[in-house]
């Protein structure tokens, strides 16, 4: 069995957490369109979100962790990310222990998958896990995806890890309070570990369980949302495509994404974001001709 964890962000560090709720719903949609039944999905968060539709084999769990800190630098910002979604994180493993699944995908609340994993894990139980070097990048903004690699290294979306690779004591409760379960597991394996998906492959390697590509595309990034935790829109860190390709109904399917039409002002934003990467070409080449 694989089961999905959706961590989702505090309420006050949310710039919509109507916002958030409505990606999340979306999210919800495309995990629970798996071909194959043998899955279950843990939602973790501070409120629990109100819809008017159910969800097959979808649970949620509400915690009463704080806030994380307003951060002062660049640096505090991801030590508060990390650990807020490390804790979270590591109640739904505590919680995924009643359905003994195989494996567990961390997914982020604004991404889609594909329907194909829970047949693709339930075919290979005893596989460590996969990461996925190849994936979709979609813009929120141009309404455009495109294919990219190394897709592990910046997706939160990424990885399919073998429930006993990740070394949670079992005397933990789901229900315990945040500095409980950081006392219990240690700040450092909740921020570094639990909260930084860059380290998965690290760690399964170490034990000698070594994680293999997936050998398709699993998961779509929504980027350009507002609410990514590791890019803002236009703030020099806008991170879908403006140049890619429009969303095919395969993709569609597989994944159950709606991309929605392109309003009059993010086609102008996307113009300008075409404009301002044209003109940094330019100057680019410019200055390697003068020199």
């Given at each position: ?40 999905v843990i ?17 949620f769990?509400?915690v ?17 990310i ?103 597991i240690?700040?450092d ?19 000698g ?7 398709f ?45 392109r ?14 990467h ?11 001709y003068?020199?």
């Amino acid at each position: 069995m694989l089961v999905f964890i959706i961590p989702v962000k505090h309420p006050a560090r949310c710039r919509s957490y109507s916002g958030v709720t409505q990606l999340l719903e979306e999210t919800l949609r495309s995990v629970c369109r798996q071909t194959k039944d043998d899955f279950r999905v843990i939602v973790v968060s501070n409120e629990t979100p109100k819809y008017s539709e159910e969800f097959r084999n979808t649970f949620f769990v509400e915690v009463d962790f704080p806030p994380p800190p307003i951060p002062s630098a660049i640096e505090e910002e991801y030590t508060h990310i990390y650990l807020d979604k490390g804790c979270k994180q590591a109640v739904g493993l505590l919680e995924s222990k009643r359905f003994n699944p195989t494996h567990i995908m961390f997914v982020d609340a604004d991404d889609v998958v594909s329907c194909h994993l829970a047949d693709f894990v339930g075919a290979r139980s005893l596989r460590p896990g996969w990461f996925m070097e190849k994936g979709w990048v979609f813009s929120n903004l141009s309404k455009l995806i495109e294919e990219r690699n190394s897709f592990w290294s910046y997706c939160g979306t990424s990885h399919i890890l073998r429930r006993d690779l990740l070394k949670i004591p079992d005397s933990i409760s789901s229900r315990c309070t945040q500095q409980e379960l950081i006392d219990a597991i240690g700040s450092d394996y909740v921020m570094r570990i639990l909260g930084d998906h860059n380290r998965y492959r690290q760690v399964c390697t170490s034990q000698g369980a070594p994680l293999e590509p997936l050998p398709f595309i699993g998961a779509i990034w929504r980027a350009d949302t507002g609410e990514n935790s590791s890019r803002v829109v236009w703030d020099q860190r806008r991170f879908g495509p403006i140049w890619g390709q429009n969303v095919t109904p395969a993709i569609k399917d597989e994944f159950g994404l709606n991309p929605g039409k392109r309003s009059v002002k993010e086609t102008l934003l996307t113009n300008l974001w075409r404009a301002r990467h044209l003109m940094a070409r330019m100057v680019k080449s410019t200055f390697r001709y003068e020199n």
